[in-house]
């Protein structure tokens, strides 16, 4: 119970250091494909603030 909320005040905390993230069986389910799928999107989301040159 709470786990939706819990997970969005994370992601709203962890949003604010520009290339910081978070994945894994924790947030978005257990399964490897999950975990894949949240590592990747991740990723992405590193290199774009990457490509933007944002300072960290």
């Not at 786990?3 to 399964?31: F, K, N, Q, S, T």
Request: proline letters at 5%; hydrophobic letters at 50%; aromatic letters at 2%.
């Amino acid at each position: 119970m709470g786990h939706a909320a819990r997970l969005a005040r994370i992601r709203e905390d962890v949003a604010r250091p520009p290339g910081l993230e978070v994945c894994g069986a924790a947030y978005e389910g257990v399964g490897i494909a999950a975990c894949v799928a949240t590592g990747l999107a991740a990723a992405e989301r590193v290199l774009e603030v990457e490509r933007a040159g944002v300072p960290g």
